[in-house]
């Protein structure tokens, strides 16, 4: 499975894909405008964080195809091998179509469901991005959503991943992977819940303490 990060805090990609078994970082508009680091500064020095060996997403902002398109290669004189984020709108997939033909690698976005998501599949988008936790919120299932469009995929667009985002929890997250999807992006709060459960860190401190008060040092 491939794991990403959707932030754009340099500082914290580098110290995290240190630890993490991460594939690279997901980035959307407003999470790049959060950060204040113009985009073109930005993407190089994520790209740097993840030492140059992660994939990283960016999105374009235009609403019609050919604006889409332009913001794509923009985008790609910044990062070379940047995976383009394109809403799934009908001018989006016009877009992922031009640029599937291209040869530059899309991710379908702001996918709230699995017919949606296919449609981009069927376009050539190489990821799907169903916003698990934003259909939630919706009053809608986001996991069923997710379910849905990988076998979706599975059956009708084997070439396409789903890449699941929008996540509040850890929970969500592992629901996600459960029903089959491949590539999860959390932001950094979820990816940091998943290890820093404080049961964990008590365990750690009680065989220190119960090996100090056997050998008076806490090494091997
Ligand atoms: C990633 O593709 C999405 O832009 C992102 O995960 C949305 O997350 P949010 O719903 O927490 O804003």
């Not at 019609?64 to 794509?72: F, I, K, R």
């Not at 929008?166 to 979820?190: E, H, M, W, Y």
């Not at 940091?192 to 119960?210: N, R």
């Amino acid at each position: 499975m491939e794991l990403y990060l959707d932030t754009s805090d340099i500082a914290a990609v580098k110290k995290l894909a240190r630890v993490f078994p991460l594939a690279g970082v997901t980035t959307n508009p407003s999470i790049v405008a959060s950060g204040a680091v113009p985009i073109e500064k930005l993407l190089p020095a994520l790209h740097e964080a993840l030492d140059g060996r992660g994939r990283l997403f960016a999105q374009v902002l235009a609403n019609d195809a050919a604006g889409m398109v332009a913001e794509a290669h923009k985008l790609r004189e910044m990062v070379a091998d940047l995976v383009v984020k394109v809403p799934v709108t009908a001018e989006g997939l016009a877009a992922i179509k031009r640029l599937k033909a291209e040869g530059i690698p899309t991710l379908g976005t702001a996918v709230y469901g699995a017919a949606q998501g296919l449609l981009a599949a069927l376009a050539g988008a190489e990821y799907i991005a169903p916003y698990v936790n934003r259909v939630d919120a919706q009053g809608g299932d986001g996991i069923q959503t997710v379910t849905d469009l990988q076998r979706l995929l599975t059956l009708h667009a084997p070439q396409s991943k789903v890449l699941a985002a929008s996540f509040k929890t850890p929970r969500q997250a592992l629901d996600c992977l459960l029903a089959g999807c491949g590539s999860i992006t959390l932001p950094l709060d979820v990816a940091q819940q998943m290890i820093a459960a404080p049961a964990v860190s008590a365990a750690v401190e009680k065989f220190e303490q119960d090996w100090l008060a056997a050998f008076g040092r806490v090494t091997l």
